[in-house]
């Protein structure tokens, strides 16, 4: 089995700064990629940011310039750094990561429980 447990999220004011974290433990044997994606009342599911196992990083357009993604490969472990937060990034924000449990199977998308982040003006 294959958990990711994020931490992080709240509540802040527009300009302010939250910082999430996401560990992925269990059955791993491989991750490719790591994210963030969120979803906010109505909408459907975005991607936030991403980053490889070999540094190729992704970022949505409306975060670029004020969100960092980072990831530790030892702890199996992606952060998001969220800073100068607007109104409309309150989501809820779900890790994700695409990583094979044994030699013998090919990758597989899992995802975090969520984390409400919400930015209030």
């Known amino acids: 089995q294959v958990q990711l447990v994020e931490s992080g999220g709240g509540l802040v004011q527009a300009g302010g700064s939250l910082r999430l974290s996401c560990s992925a433990s269990?059955?791993?044997?491989?991750?490719?990629?790591m994210g963030w994606y969120r979803q906010a009342p109505g909408k459907q599911r975005e991607l936030v940011a991403t980053?490889?196992?070999?540094?190729?990083?992704n970022y949505a357009d409306s975060v670029k310039g004020r969100f960092t993604i980072s990831r530790d490969n030892v702890k199996n472990t992606v952060y998001l750094q969220m800073n100068s937060l607007r109104p409309e990034d309150t989501a809820v924000y779900y890790c994700?990561?695409?990583?094979?449990?044994?030699?013998?199977?090919?990758?597989?998308?899992?995802w975090g429980q969520g984390s409400q982040v919400t930015v209030s003006s």
């Open positions: 269990g059955s791993i044997f491989s991750i490719n990629a």
């Open positions: 980053k490889t196992s070999g540094g190729r990083m």
């Open positions: 994700n990561a695409d990583l094979k449990s044994s030699w013998y199977e090919g990758y597989h998308d899992y």
